[in-house]
C-alpha cells in the first residue's frame, strides 16, 4: 500500500483481494508495464473464463432443448435461454475484449 502512496495513489477500499484506489488526472497508471498489465488481465480472465465454462453450455442445452421439445419443457427452455443469454452476451464480450486487450499487449512488447 506504501508503494502506491509514494506513487500518488490513494487507497480508498479493500475486498478480498480487490482494492480501489484513485489518483488526480494524469497520475501514472499502477500496472503502467506491460508484463503486469498482461498479468492482471490473466487473472480477469480465469475468473471471466470460469463463467463460461458453465453458461455457455447451459445456453447450449436450452436451445437444443427448445428444438427438440414441445409444451411445457420447451416454454420452460425458451425462459432459461433468456435469462441464460442476459450472462452469456456481457460474458463473451468480456472474453473477446480481454483476449484481444492481451494479444495487443504481448504484440507491443514484442516491438
Known sequence: ????????????????????????????????DTESAVDKLDRLSKSVFII????????????????????PIEQYSTIAFCISIVFATPTLMMLVALFYRKRKLRTLKQL
Open 1 to 32: 500500500m506504501e508503494l502506491f502512496a509514494l506513487a500518488g495513489w490513494e487507497h480508498l477500499s479493500s475486498s478480498y483481494d480487490v482494492h480501489i484506489f484513485k489518483a488526480k488526472p494524469g497520475t501514472t497508471p499502477i500496472y503502467s
Open 52 to 71: 463460461g465454462k458453465f453458461i455457455f453450455p447451459f445456453t447450449l442445452l436450452c436451445i437444443i432443448m427448445m428444438k427438440l421439445f414441445t409444451g
